[in-house]
């Protein structure tokens, strides 16, 4: 059983930055492809940001590039989201997810793997 754990959610304030962090119980995420995702209020669940497995090649949504940055940290066995220039716009669940595989995807479905989701949100 994997289970996947999100952390480093809460309140700022527009401007401001928040690192989340997504570790597993039951597996490693070392070499697997991680993505993290977002539902705003009201809206869809939608992709943020990827980190392939092997080179940790990593991909954006359009509106964070620039301000998000995914990352891998094998000592530590976890994999996280560093988040600058926040908007309100960005306030909304976040979640991560895990493949078996290596490559990453921008579509939710192709996860094998999810958290619970952690809650960000920015204030004006």
């Known amino acids: 059983q994997v289970t996947l754990i999100e952390s480093g959610g809460g309140l700022v304030q527009a401007g401001g930055s928040l690192r989340l962090s997504c570790t597993a119980s039951?597996?490693?995420?070392?070499?697997?492809?991680v993505g993290w995702f977002r539902q705003p209020p009201g809206k869809e669940r939608e992709f943020v940001a990827a980190i392939s497995g092997g080179l940790d090649n990593t991909y954006y949504k359009d509106s964070v590039k620039g301000r998000f940055i995914i990352s891998r940290d094998k000592a530590e066995d976890t994999v996280y989201l560093q988040m600058n220039s926040l908007k309100p716009e960005d306030t909304a669940v976040y979640f991560c997810?895990?493949?078996?595989?290596?490559?990453?995807?921008?579509?939710?479905?192709?996860?094998?793997?999810w958290g619970q989701g952690t809650q960000v949100t920015v204030s004006p």
């Open positions: 997810a895990a493949r078996r595989r290596i490559i990453a995807h921008i579509e939710a479905v192709n996860y094998d793997y």
């Open positions: 039951g597996s490693s995420l070392g070499s697997v492809a």
